[in-house]
């Protein structure tokens, strides 16, 4: 029997001149962008700021998704001409280190976004009368996993902290009424119109625009017609 175990493909070295003047290009039609949903993460917010800086905001696209892996393989299988696909991830996403050595075949890092998280807040829905104060034996926050340890306190309160897929999707959860309150970020809270009650700041993060062997491809076309 014939083993055969992955291997890493060669490692794309661009000046961050050749990968702005390349995504400019007339050769790239599209920039799709797979962001995790629903729209208000801090990784969508991150994904449109570096679409903004390089200037490709008249062909952008943005496809939100409802995990980092989903955005991996529907930038895997973008294959359509001219078309680059990004992924998009987080430095303190849980599994970053899963998704990296899962895909040996993609480029997780070509592009990075420095940003201030958009403020991160425990938030209740208008209707709620919870606080801080409250009795919170019954009380569910929902958060997403990274920033779960800034709640973890709340546990020896009795407070029961459920999982979701993404700061917006907590506050999702929390604006219907399936938890009482959320870990989540400004953006979302206005969306759902969420009430704050302690706001954890807003620092500073680095976030990976990721692409596919057939996005080099495409780059590398457009580079070379510079």
Partial sequence: ?????????????????????????????????????????????????????????????????DLPETAVRMALALKLRGTLGVFWTCAVFAREFKMFFSNPEAFPFFFQQEMLLDEMQLAVSGRNGFSLSSNLATVKVATHISPSPLVESLRQFGVAIVDASSNAEAARMCASGEVDACMTTEAARRIHMLKKIHSFGSPNMIFFGGITPHGLRVLEGARSSA
Avoid at 32 to 50: D, F, H, K, R
């Fill in 1 to 65: 029997m014939s083993i055969v175990l992955p291997r890493f493909l060669p490692a794309p070295v661009w000046s961050a001149v050749d990968k702005e003047s390349s995504l400019r290009s007339n050769r790239v039609k599209r920039v799709v962008s797979y962001v995790l949903g629903p729209s208000g993460t801090n990784i969508e917010q991150a994904a449109m700021m570096w679409h903004k800086a390089m200037g490709v905001e008249g062909k952008s696209e943005f496809v939100l998704c």
